[in-house]
């Protein structure tokens, strides 16, 4: 069980594209998702932080117009990378919890900004 | 602010051997503790979560929790070469938002 998947798994854009990537949980209902980046050798970074059916709340320094994430509903978040640059080449990654204090990662995002 | 320390290393360890991982934390008010396991190029796993203070057994891991000392520890018996990695130390409060540690990289060599 806690099952998290996270799609594309690797992504190749060009500069001043957007690209999205799809967060869901497949066997539970995820109350709270998360966003983070992490930089290679670095630690987790905290983005932002999604409820089902409101607005993300964004970590200081975190660009909510840059990076967009939508909460549809139970199972899905998104994170919409808008206007891409390299610097935001980076390994994503979204995590769920149900109810608990558990959160349940996904496999991560590879994405590469050229 | 609210800090999760961990020593970076890399730990170094024979396989077979007990391998130590600490974690102390500045929120006294903390009351979730959990050890997460992450692989080079991959994402962190879930591998333990402690509530109270003691120890907790899962198969050749163990958690131990010391809220007076503000302290929490992995230990994982007979290590494994497929144990490297680094292991996350990660704390919530009254909130479900965890604060994650650096992680401390370990190395079990044959």
């Known amino acids: 069980g806690a099952v998290v998947s996270q799609h594309p798994s690797w992504v190749i854009c060009k500069s001043g594209t957007s690209v999205k990537i799809e967060c869901r949980s497949l066997d539970f209902q995820a109350t709270t998702m998360f966003w983070y980046r992490q930089f290679p050798k670095q630690s987790l970074m905290l983005m932002a932080t999604?409820?089902?059916?409101?607005?993300?709340?964004?970590e200081q320094g975190v660009e909510k117009d840059k990076f967009l994430i939508n909460h549809a509903s139970l199972t899905l978040s998104t994170l919409t990378v808008t206007s891409a640059h390299p610097e935001d080449s980076s390994f994503y990654i979204c995590?769920?919890?149900?109810?608990?204090?558990?959160?349940?990662f996904g496999p991560g995002t590879r994405l590469t900004v050229t | 602010q609210k800090e999760v320390e961990q020593n970076s290393g890399p730990l170094s360890v024979p396989e077979g051997a007990i391998a130590s991982l600490n974690c102390t934390y500045s929120?006294?008010?903390?009351?979730?503790f959990f050890w997460y396991r992450q692989y080079s190029g991959k994402s962190p796993e879930l591998i333990m979560s402690?509530?109270?203070?003691g120890d907790k057994e899962d198969g050749r891991f163990t958690a131990q929790l010391n809220k007076a000392s503000q302290y929490v520890s992995l230990l994982i018996r007979d290590s494994q070469p497929s144990d490297s990695a680094t292991y996350l130390c990660?704390?919530?409060?009254?909130?479900?938002?965890?604060?994650f540690g650096r992680g401390t990289s370990l190395i079990v060599h044959p």
């Open positions: 995590s769920a919890r149900e109810s608990g204090y558990e959160q349940y």
């Open positions: 402690i509530y109270s203070n």
């Open positions: 929120d006294r008010g903390s009351q979730s």
């Open positions: 999604s409820n089902e059916g409101s607005k993300a709340t964004y």
């Open positions: 990660a704390v919530t409060g009254g909130s479900y938002i965890p604060t």
